[in-house]
């Protein structure tokens, strides 16, 4: 069993930053791979990045790259999600999900999600 903790999400200017987290927990997490998918109105629920937790290998959707990274701290549990340069388009609800496949970008393929945090990029 994993569970996940979103926060961070809030309302900010186009051009701006936001950093989401992510606390995991439970006793299996560490096996798993980490990612974020973002949900806007209306939409599917997409993939935007993922990490192995023991890796640290990361992986975006070509929207973010550049923008976007994604780490963890092993530290604390937690994985971010540093947003940078945010556009109006990346204004969505932000969760955070656990794979076993390590190259899991499907969300069919994510086993536990959070609850999720909006994000909203005013123009």
């Known amino acids: 069993q994993v569970q996940l903790v979103e926060s961070g999400g809030g309302l900010v200017q186009a051009g701006g930053s936001l950093r989401l987290s992510c606390a995991a927990s439970?006793?299996?997490?560490?096996?798993?791979?980490l990612g974020w998918f973002r949900q806007a109105p209306g939409k599917e629920r997409e993939f935007v990045a993922r990490i192995g937790w023991s890796s640290g290998w990361a992986y975006y959707v070509d929207s973010v790259k550049g923008r976007f990274t994604i780490s963890r701290d092993i530290a604390k549990d937690t994985v971010y999600l540093q947003m940078n340069n945010l556009k109006p388009e990346d204004t969505a609800v932000y969760y955070c999900?656990?794979?076993?496949?390590?190259?899991?970008?499907?969300?069919?393929?994510?086993?536990?999600w959070g609850q999720g945090t909006q994000v909203t990029v005013s123009s």
């Open positions: 439970g006793p299996t997490f560490r096996r798993y791979t």
């Open positions: 999900a656990a794979s076993q496949n390590l190259a899991a970008t499907m969300r069919n393929e994510y086993d536990y």
